[in-house]
């Protein structure tokens, strides 16, 4: 895992104002696969690709969604969005169950929740012009006139900070930098309440990173908007980040505030991925301690029957083994889902 971002927050944009109240929240939510299925009673084999999550978001946050590939963060900013179908769990928006919500439901919904993917080339029509791609959620779900459309086409190239006159180009003339803006800009004219973004910056340049990370914080500031941002990179999601999430094998196993998880992890595997950020100091002495996980990696078609961690895990005990860990809230306000927390002064 990779990371070019400073260790703190300083200088990071202001924090919206929090109301408390959960804008989405998942409930005991999974999501399974099954792979290998014949006409065969018995068979085929279940993918445990989102396991017993449990998570609120609060309006005006931007909660970060980190963890190694294969966690399940992207099938679960799927889920809430609702682009994948639910296993089991329920999955609640301002309140309302929107777990199987279908049809002219399901369409209002995508006008409050959008998702913004890691490759915008991928994204993009690319026999379609910029104009016409931006236009066509405008049309489609009717939220403007359309003697009303070239106007706001224009307010949301401003907002993303692109010259009106590229309405009318094609994806392919654009650099990625330009794309993931365009995508942006997509998502936006839904006027959305959410926006679930999805490894946004790891396909660009590190100096173009900075310019997009830059730009979200600015959105929501100018919008009022929620994110859930998921990412690999640890150094750019404490600098946008408000609360963090740790996922691992399916399942989240540290969820806090962004400060206090980075400086002080209570997971074992939290504390594993921060070794990993380089700091950016003369001084040899400041620097973290490189933690090498060994053992083996649990596969998701058979996870282990106690602690998922626990194969890889330098602290585990016959417990960890037996034992699967909850999420329970710690004294300082976070949750792990571990029998021995660390950096809390307490007995487990």
Known sequence: MTTAAPASRAGAAPRPALDGRPLIEARSLSKHYHVGKTILPGSGRVVHAVEDVTLAVRAGETLGLVGESGSGKSTLGRCMTRLYDVTKGELLFDGA?????????????RRDIQMIFQDPSASLNPRRRVGDLIAEPLIVHRIRPRNEIRARLEELMD????????????????SGGQRQR?????????????IVADEPVSALDVSVQAQIV??????RERLALTYIFIAHDLGVVRQVSSRVAVMYLGSIVELGDTDTVFDRPAHPYTEALLSAIPIPTADAGARRQRIILEGELPSPLNPPKGCKFSTRCPIATD???AERPALRVLPDGRSAACHFPKNQGIAA
């Open 182 to 194: 365009i995508g942006i800009a997509r998502a936006l004219a839904m006027e959305p309440r959410l």
């Open 159 to 174: 907002l993303v900070g692109l010259p009106v006159d590229y309405l009318g180009r094609y994806p392919h003339e654009f």
């Open 319 to 321: 417990r960890c083994r």
């Open 214 to 219: 830059n730009l979200f914080a600015d959105l």
């Open 97 to 109: 169950d929107i777990t199987k919500v279908q049809g002219n439901a399901l369409r209002r919904l």
